[in-house]
């Protein structure tokens, strides 16, 4: 029989829960195949390019802007080349992770300019020099976007535009406010050129009607009673603003918000993962978008792993598609690429934990040059309580895509109540060119009732895993 591999089931040990298992640095791909109606491919590799040298500090936040890609690493902007030159070009304060906008060229400024929210400072870079914004009217900067020629920030009571001719100025009675609800301004979004001002507990949308005061007027009706819990737990997502957060009274969830509503598309699953996390913690979060080869993937960065949404892979199977990304052996870890950029025709990334860069190739599984771990488990077979003997277990899986030389096992162990698991049984996998390698454990023991499956390898072991094909003999009552 053939059981699937898109995601899997396990019995909390507290509680008799049945919970959902989603596969660890393994990407569902609904692509049929005739042998499947979708594939387990191993999560992206990390490549670091270039060396760190003397550059201190962390990734705080990255831009393609004009064909070059931008980072804030620690204190410092810097501009990287394709081959991992870091070039500094100005302080900007240190703090939490950043956000980064740009503005169109004018006289003032013939390249255009670029803004920097960081440390609760403005600061601008016009090509040449990074300075900071000082008119004392600006106040505390928690974010900022560019829209019809202002830069908006917030200080997390008002919204705050530069002026048009200089955007250094800033005119304190052009000051506007989000008060549909008494709650703080979270963070600041752009969508299709209206801003978005996403509140603890609400979001609201607002439009240039110009004026001589503050330009942009609240568009009503467009409020969604739910707001973000961070800065950064928020982006722009298939034209619409996906967030952490939740309405007065309720659990944080993730919901994609537009037209005056919000759709959640947290499971139960993910919910129950949020909730081992203070809000504090949740707040400290980053969200962020990739459109990839066909994926439309929501990264959730936690503290301990990503969560990983696909709304075009949901679409196809209608059903939510999870995975989990995590730079760790086993168990989890903080998956340490962060900050996707699209330049040099690749996506970029940075390390949240140094000043590293590098980017993304589906070649490898390897997290800068480090082995890490893949798992998934299956739902659990039944057999209408009348037990089986488990001949054989059968991966069909793309195999001899390995490096020179390595010679990986895989391993699969199983459960009979969803929570204490057997000892493991290997497999060698196949060295590089055998392709055409079977995965096959036979003499699997018994079940009397229900049995679930778990398969674990690592990066080293670089397989797309097609089905799983169980031999089993049913037992008379």
């Known amino acids: 029989m053939q059981v699937p591999v898109i995601s899997g089931v396990y019995s909390s040990a507290g509680a008799p829960d049945v919970r959902i298992s989603y596969p660890k640095n393994l990407v569902p791909t609904p692509v049929p195949s005739g042998i499947s109606e979708g594939y387990l491919r191993p999560g992206d590799g990390i490549v670091q390019v270039g060396t760190v040298g003397a550059v201190t500090g962390v990734t705080r936040g990255g831009i393609n802007w004009m064909g070059i890609l931008y980072r804030v690493i620690g204190s410092r902007l810097y501009s990287l080349s394709a081959d991992g030159v870091y070039s500094d070009l100005g302080n900007v304060g240190d703090g939490p992770p950043v956000s980064m906008a740009y503005g169109p060229s004018s006289p003032a400024y013939p390249m255009g300019i670029l803004a920097i929210a960081s440390g609760g400072g403005l600061f601008l870079f016009d090509g040449a020099s990074v300075v900071q914004v000082t008119d004392p009217d600006l106040g505390f900067v928690a974010d900022v976007i560019w829209v019809d020629g202002y830069f908006m920030t917030t200080d997390g009571e008002f919204l705050v535009v530069t002026e048009l001719t200089d955007p250094t100025a800033v005119e304190p009675l052009k000051y506007g406010s989000s008060e549909a609800d008494p709650d703080p301004v979270i963070a600041l979004l752009k969508v299709r050129n209206e801003p978005v001002a996403l509140n603890r507990y609400t979001i609201e949308m607002f439009d240039n009607v110009g004026g001589a005061g503050f330009p942009f007027q609240r568009i009503e009706g467009a409020q969604i009673m739910r707001g973000c819990v961070g800065a950064k737990a928020c982006c722009i997502y298939e034209e619409a603003v996906a967030f952490i957060g939740s309405g007065r009274n309720e659990q944080p969830g993730i919901y994609i918000a ?220």
Request: include cysteine; aromatic fraction near 10%; proline fraction near 2%.
């Open 258 to 477: 537009g037209n005056g509503s919000s759709n959640k598309i947290s499971t139960v699953e993910i919910d129950r993962v949020l909730a081992g996390f203070t809000e504090q913690e949740l707040s400290l979060s980053v969200l962020e978008p990739r459109n990839d080869n066909g994926h439309s993937h929501l990264y959730v960065h936690l503290p301990d792993r990503t969560l990983v949404y696909d709304m075009a892979a949901t679409q196809a199977v209608k059903a939510a598609v999870w995975f989990t990304l995590s730079t760790s052996l086993t168990g989890f870890g903080l998956y340490r690429a962060r900050f996707f950029v699209w330049c040099y025709d690749r996506w970029n990334v940075g390390d949240p934990n140094s000043a590293r860069i590098g980017y993304t190739d589906q070649t490898i599984g390897t997290h800068w040059g480090e082995t890490v771990g893949w798992e998934f488990q299956t739902v659990f077979a039944y057999n209408a309580s009348k037990g089986a003997i488990i001949h054989s277990l059968e991966l069909v899986a793309l195999s001899g895509r390995v490096a020179l030389g390595d010679d990986p096992t895989i391993s699969t162990s199983y459960s009979v109540d969803g929570v204490q698991w057997s000892q493991s049984k290997s497999i060698r996998v196949g060295s590089i060119g055998e392709r055409t390698q079977r995965l096959v454990w036979r003499r699997n023991g018994f079940m009397r009732s229900f049995r679930g499956q778990r398969f674990q390898g690592t990066s080293d072991a670089h397989l797309g895993i097609m089905r799983l094909e169980i031999e089993a003999e049913g037992l008379a009552v």
